[in-house]
């Protein structure tokens, strides 16, 4: 998104910063590259919402105490670096934003997994963050964990058994079905409002065709259009870093 797209956004949405994309990518660079932890109070709302696949926090002391026990396991990284920002306005003074994070560390310290493995690794995340008032509202973090435990040796399905029962976030067993607060029911029409708010009326064509991308290949299996919605020559960053190209592999 362009800055004409969100000409009414107040510089108050995002300062001390030039705009969103810079406000994302320098603060991720003052926190976790610069490792200014301290500064998570700048940036952060006292009652953050962040949702993970460990569960959901509704405290700001939570992320402090989980970004603390990363710090520890992997001292040479486990932050990573922001990439690749996008935005959109949800009013005056806020904005929603999505961007990749590359993450790499060597696992020397105790971590959620258990003891030091010594093993290094690499993985992306993806980040969306919920802004008002140039602070953090609510965080949705997509992890690559698969990844990280293949390279450091460990059983992804171990461990996920193990979370199941205890979540590292939450220090209890996760919740199903239709107890998950945030993540239970569906949203009834996403191109004029979603879980962020509602949506400027902007580039609701091209809304709609991705949705209707995901109605049509994911949910009715519908292989044959994907070519409808891909170009020939797209490029899949997945899971565990695999990355492939062109509509047949994909």
Known sequence: MTMSDGDDLLASAYAPYRDPRDYILSWTDAIWIDRGLG???????????????????????????????????????????????????RGRNGFISSHRVFKSGTHTGFWTYGPPTGRSWVSRTVAHCLVQDSQVLEEWLVRDEWAVLEQLGLDPYKIAADLAMASPVLGAGMAAGFDRGAFEGRVGDPVRQGVSGPRPGRHQAECAMVLSMFEEVWNQRLFNRVPLYFDRQIVCNSLRMKRVQGIDPY
Not at 53 to 82: C, I, M, R
């Open 39 to 89: 500064r998570l109070t700048d940036h952060y709302d006292k009652r953050v919402r962040v949702h993970t696949a460990y569960g959901e926090t509704y405290d700001w002391d939570y992320v402090v105490s989980n970004s603390l026990q990363k710090f520890a396991a992997f001292p040479n990284g486990g932050g990573g670096h922001g990439e690749d920002v996008i935005w959109e306005q």
